[in-house]
């Protein structure tokens, strides 16, 4: 009995996952890709998915389900039309009653929701069937073995190549079509380390300039994935825009300003909004700058809802671009709920795949005599149809900011006083 030769398997792993790595960096960097390939792969994984678990797709979104059927959401006084005392009063136990149950804010900053096992944790639900454990143990060591190392050396790369750019920036400055190279070619590098295969949707609707791209928001990662459908001949990228971050996060914000234009701004800073909103709207308005990017939900969420627009950016004159980002969690979940970045590059790293769809909508102006706030509505109304999730009635900083909070519920005490004295 032939004895197995332990050394030349590792050589073959180690060669192999070599070889795929050196391929997908110089795919991309000769402007090419691997083609229908990776879609193949996610087919094969969904198919495997489907025949252990299966949930029809007509049933499958990235809707979360409801607890219960709210008649009150949002601003809900301004829903309270009655105006006898008594009929106020049980209406505004309902609403409270209703928020306890369910909020309207919390369900979006949990894990993506979905309907099918994805193959990633224990099949407790199957424990009588021995298909789901083989599947689950042998694709455990498939993704750590081979999808998280493939993966690792390819962000390692891109971390290696923007930082190698950037340097080299200061020693001879890169012409536009050498600036938009050598960041497509990050942003794709970084998003083949993410594992991402994306589908884009209506390249005829593209944002170009001058105006503002804007986008629902799952991760810090959109901007790569919205920028890595930039085409290698485009006539411009995008300006991105973000909040300021320390560390690996900062990192990258600090050598992405070496290879395109970009508006960064620190929150906490009053001053420092008001002079980037500035800043935008200058952008947005200048036919030589490239489109703004920009997602003006201010958060992240799970994909299930999209939250209340900020108005700023909606203004007169100025040309929208909508783009609305689907995820299918069933094989990733690329939103951010870790507390360490680490910890959530390594959910990614063996993860199945991070698969999105990514619509570009038709250019959208404001109307006449259609207020900021009401155009902000209606675009964020289009992206949730679009990437079929629901409408967030309010801001996430409601549930992030203290002082949010209180002014929220002052003006609330306020109203809801004057009416139930108008009641009365």
């Not at 136990?93 to 979905?114: F, M, S, V, Y």
């Not at 750590?144 to 950037?166: E, F, G, H, Q």
């Not at 040309?319 to 360490?340: H, K, V």
């Not at 149809?385 to 002082?403: E, R």
Request: proline content about 5%; overall charge neutral; some cysteine.
């Amino acid at each position: 009995m032939a004895l197995i030769d332990v050394p030349s398997l590792i050589s073959f792993y180690v060669y192999s996952l070599t070889a795929i790595v050196f391929t997908t960096v110089v795919l991309i960097l000769s402007k090419s890709s691997w083609g229908p390939l990776p879609h193949i792969y996610i087919k094969i994984v969904q198919y495997i998915q489907k025949l252990v678990a299966p949930v029809p797709d007509s049933e499958w979104t990235g809707r979360r389900e409801k607890i219960i059927e709210k008649n009150y959401t949002g601003m809900f006084y301004s829903q309270l039309e009655n105006s006898d005392i008594s009929e106020l009063s049980c209406d505004l136990t309902r609403a409270g009653l209703e928020a306890i149950i369910q909020d309207d804010l919390t369900n979006i900053i949990d894990a993506a929701p979905t309907k099918r096992w994805t193959m990633m944790t224990l099949p407790v639900q199957f424990r009588d069937q021995a298909l789901p454990w083989v599947i689950y143990f042998s694709g455990l060591v498939f993704r750590i073995s081979v999808l998280m190392p493939i993966r690792l050396s390819l962000l390692l790369i891109s971390m290696i190549w923007v930082t190698a750019v950037a340097i080299i920036s200061f020693i001879r400055p890169y012409t536009v079509k050498q600036r938009l190279y050598v960041c497509i070619s990050y942003v794709r590098l970084f998003c083949s380390g993410l594992g991402l295969v994306a589908r884009y949707h209506n390249p005829q609707y593209k944002p170009k300039s001058p105006g503002i791209a804007v986008s629902n928001h799952l991760t810090a990662n959109d901007i790569q994935i919205i920028f890595s459908d930039v085409d290698y001949d485009a006539p411009t990228g995008y300006t991105v825009t973000g909040q300021k971050h320390p560390g690996f996060i900062g990192w990258i914000e600090k050598a992405s300003d070496r290879i395109t234009s970009t508006l960064w701004v620190e929150r906490s800073h009053k001053s420092d909004r008001q002079s980037f909103q500035k800043q935008v709207m200058a952008a947005a308005k200048n036919q030589k700058v490239d489109p703004v990017l920009l997602f003006p939900e201010g958060y992240c969420t799970n994909n299930s809802s999209v939250i209340q627009f900020r108005k700023a950016v909606f203004e007169d004159d100025i040309n929208i671009y909508p783009i609305a980002i689907s995820q299918n969690s069933s094989l990733g979940d690329a939103f951010w709920m870790e507390d360490s970045f680490i910890v959530y590059l390594w959910r990614l790293f063996t993860s199945w795949a991070i698969v999105y769809n990514v619509y570009y909508l038709p250019p959208m102006t404001k109307l006449p005599n259609e207020s900021q706030e009401e155009f902000a509505q209606r675009v964020q109304t289009l992206i949730a149809q679009t990437a079929n999730i629901n409408v967030g009635p309010l801001d996430l900083k409601l549930f992030k900011k203290k002082d949010e909070q209180e002014r929220y519920k002052d003006n609330a005490q306020k109203l809801l006083s004057r009416m139930v004295l108008q009641a009365e």
